[in-house]
């Protein structure tokens, strides 16, 4: 892998590293990435957000038995006169979850419940709608159709069938399917550890006091949030200062503990041949400067056996970086057959945009609704990838592809959405 790594990073025939098109950077990355070994068996209530270790089977057909799927009668077809009325006669009833006993012979129905199972002789249900009910008696009425309103057996899902395949991202409804099968343990992926840490003098940690020019460590909060909403076990190593011997301890301690290291700023120009040299000498690791704003500079690789990622440290190059590059990574990671990106979708932007061509942007905005229902999109005032107050007011990026310049009011954009978006 080594070899490869460094070959395809120095990309001399392939991408120039100083100015990496995004889609090229993502391209690279899904190349290096090697998912976690190791499973565990949970209860299913803790195996929320947790991907599938193994192939979910149905151990049995669902629904297990034919059933009913309306409150009517259930009767055979061949008991139906095909012009005219038919009476016949009420043998029981049937409840979901308390069978009729009997067979049921010619000449006769059953009262059923939606959801009861169908009784022994019976092929076809009635709805009460459609029957004049008459003491013990009922008169149906011809144009029925033998099988109507009957769920199967294994309609749902059949016995041996495979409900889940390893590799999927259980949301709450699979949690209800899993349990519809009657499976209370299921094997997931162990969860991935990601540890994390700010680099920079500048940088205080909450709870001490600013001395002049020095700023809060705000990208540590933002990481937590954005990992602990992926569902990983999240390491918070702290601030770090730009000192070669404190960050190589940071470096190999995290490389130690975690299956993927994140780090924040030191990879911008100036200070990037700095943290080079130290990545060079710990691990595998390219630079480049990615043809997109905010976002410009990121590092991957790998040091030891963990995945690294380095991100700016500008606060929302920060969350772009990790939203266009490192939440998709993390997921193959977590054992993610093939996740989904963002949900984007088409919307007339109200305002006018500045861009230029020749990288992607990705500037904040307010996806809305107008009084017609049809989506707009207006964008944060100030798009400096400084100003985190941008992303905290977004609910969404608005995606300037690179070849795009300057953009009209009412013009459509393409817009990530990042509502519910972990
Ligand atoms: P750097 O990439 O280290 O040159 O940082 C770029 C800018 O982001 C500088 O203005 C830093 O002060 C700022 N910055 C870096 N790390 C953080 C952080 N953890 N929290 C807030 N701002 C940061
Ligand atoms: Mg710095």
């Known amino acids: 892998m080594t070899t490869d790594f460094i070959r ?13 098109p995004v889609d090229a950077a993502r391209k690279y990355i899904r190349n290096y990435l090697t998912p976690v070994n190791g499973l565990e068996q949970l209860p299913l209530r803790s195996t929320l957000g947790r991907v599938t270790g193994a192939d979910i089977l149905s151990p049995h057909n669902v629904p297990n038995h034919d059933n009913s799927a309306m409150d009517g009668y259930a009767l055979n077809a061949d008991d139906l006169a095909a012009e005219g009325t038919t009476r016949l006669r009420i043998a029981g009833t049937a409840f979901a979850g308390r069978p009729f006993a009997g067979t049921v012979e010619k000449g006769n129905c059953v009262r059923i419940m939606t959801g009861a199972v169908m009784p022994t002789g019976c092929d076809t249900v009635v709805m009460q709608e459609h029957v004049q009910a008459d003491g013990d008696h009922v008169a149906i009425g011809s144009g029925h159709r033998r099988t109507q309103n009957v769920r199967r057996a294994g309609e749902d899902l059949q016995a041996g069938q495979v409900v889940f395949p390893a590799g999927h991202l259980l949301k709450p409804a699979d949690l209800g399917l899993i349990a519809s099968l009657g499976i209370g343990e299921i094997k997931v992926y162990r969860k991935l550890r990601v540890a994390f840490f700010s680099t920079g003098d500048e940088l205080v940690s909450i709870g001490q006091p600013l001395a002049e020019g020095q700023i809060y460590d705000s990208n540590r909060y933002t990481l937590f949030g954005m990992l602990s909403r992926l569902g990983v076990e999240v390491i918070d190593m702290g601030v770090v200062r730009d000192d070669p011997q404190l960050l190589e301890n940071a470096l190999l301690e995290s490389s130690a503990m975690a299956d993927v290291i994140l780090t924040s700023g030191g990879v911008s120009v100036g200070e990037a041949d700095y943290m080079k040299q130290l990545l060079n000498k710990l691990g595998q690791v390219v630079f480049w400067k990615i ?3 905010p976002g410009r500079p990121l590092a991957f690789g790998r040091i030891g056996n963990a995945h690294y ?4 440290g500008n606060p929302v190059a920060v969350m772009v970086t990790f939203y266009q590059f490192v939440r998709h990574a993390l997921l193959v990671l977590m054992g993610q057959h093939d996740p989904a990106p963002a949900p984007t979708l088409s919307a007339t932007c109200v305002e006018p945009l500045k861009k230029m061509p020749g990288r992607t942007e990705f500037q904040r905005g307010i996806l809305f609704q107008n009084r017609d229902g049809a989506w707009q999109v207006r964008p944060i005032g100030n798009q400096s990838s400084g100003v985190l107050r941008s992303m905290s007011e977004a609910n969404c990026f608005i995606v300037l592809p690179t070849d795009c310049g300057n953009v ?13 978006f972990v």
Do not use: R
């Not at 395809?8 to 990496?20: L, Q, R, T």
């Open 8 to 20: 395809a990073a120095s990309c001399a025939n392939d991408y120039d590293p100083d100015s990496m």
């Open 309 to 312: 990622f380095g991100l700016p």
């Open 408 to 420: 009209a009011a009412g013009q459509p954009v393409q817009v990530q959405v990042l509502e519910g």
């Open 291 to 293: 043809a997109m704003k």
